[in-house]
């Protein structure tokens, strides 16, 4: 399978058959209007250095993200961070809009500073968002303003407008998932009391002596999601974030240890898979406002 890489908006319209783009750092085009003409494998997979935003129709259409393969046959937004790979059909029925901007875009905004917030740019394509119509119409909405914008003459104040565009399309994409992590309670209650067995279940077994502490990232692959997605869905469901969860069971097995046994600070602070005692003091201390000693004597 052939890699299509561009570092650039202009390579990037080159290599997928487009006309030059009207700006620089940011563009808008339709899927359809694609044409891989000189990439005759059904199959191309592409890696940009951009941040790319994307609600695309699919009759059976097929994408692949990391080693995993998707069939979306509803419309979905997709937000994927700049160095991703993608790989897909080259399917002409394909509906939608892709909205790419460069980082050189954003780098000295206020927006640029909060990318980081915005973790639906670290989920997994199965971790789309599902729109509705209304919220179709408005994302559209937003990106069509977009392209007014940087399709005008630029001038002073074209910038600041396409970013203020860019940040509020952002807050909806956060508005519409918080939507969808509610819509999706039940389901998502399940992946919820799996997480919190899977947890007790590690910190009761030999497991943290040998490999530490469990990392969100384990967690998240054992039930198939993202680790940003899983954090995220836990905090809208738990109050609390995967990190927090970990937390939050390990201080409790090591409140247990603590009142329960004759065990050493150090000894107890092995056994939950730390690797320095003074770090689960620490730790203990944050969360309780006690040391593991003054616990145990109080």
Not at 145 to 172: C, F, M, P, W
Request: net charge negative; with cysteine.
């Amino acid at each position: 399978m052939e890699t299509i890489r561009a570092k650039s908006i202009s390579e990037m319209h080159s290599m997928l058959g487009l006309e030059p783009p009207k700006h620089p750092l940011i563009t808008l085009f339709n899927w359809e209007d694609i044409r891989l003409d000189d990439y005759p494998e059904t199959e191309v997979q592409v890696s940009f250095e951009f941040y790319l935003i994307s609600q695309k129709t699919l009759p059976c259409g097929i994408v692949k993200y990391g080693r995993n393969t998707y069939d979306f046959n509803e419309g979905v937004l997709m937000c994927v961070a700049p160095g991703q790979v993608i790989s897909g059909s080259d399917d002409n029925e394909a509906e939608g809009w892709a909205l790419f901007f460069h980082p050189d875009l954003i780098r000295k905004t206020a927006l640029g500073n909060k990318m980081a917030e915005y973790s639906f740019f670290s989920y997994d394509v199965n971790e789309a968002l599902h729109l509705s119509e209304e919220e179709k119409g408005l994302v559209t909405g937003i990106v069509h303003q977009i392209r007014d914008e940087y399709s005008k003459n630029i001038d002073v104040y074209t910038q600041d407008l396409i970013v203020s565009h860019l940040e509020l399309l952002l807050n909806y994409t956060t508005r519409f998932y918080g939507r969808q992590f509610i819509t999706r309670r039940t389901h998502y209650s399940d992946f919820v009391s799996r997480f919190e067995s899977d947890l007790y279940a590690y910190f009761n077994s030999d497991e943290p002596q040998f490999n530490g502490l469990p990392k969100v990232k384990d967690c998240a692959k054992r039930l198939g999601m993202s680790p940003d997605y899983l954090s995220d869905m836990l905090k809208q469901e738990t109050g609390k974030t995967a990190q927090e969860q970990i937390h939050f069971v390990l201080i409790d097995k090591a409140k247990t240890q603590l009142l329960g046994s004759n065990n050493t600070v150090s000894e107890i602070a092995y056994s939950l898979g730390f690797e320095y005692p003074q770090y689960f003091s620490k730790l203990f201390k944050k969360k309780t406002g006690m040391t593991p000693a003054e616990f145990r004597n109080n």
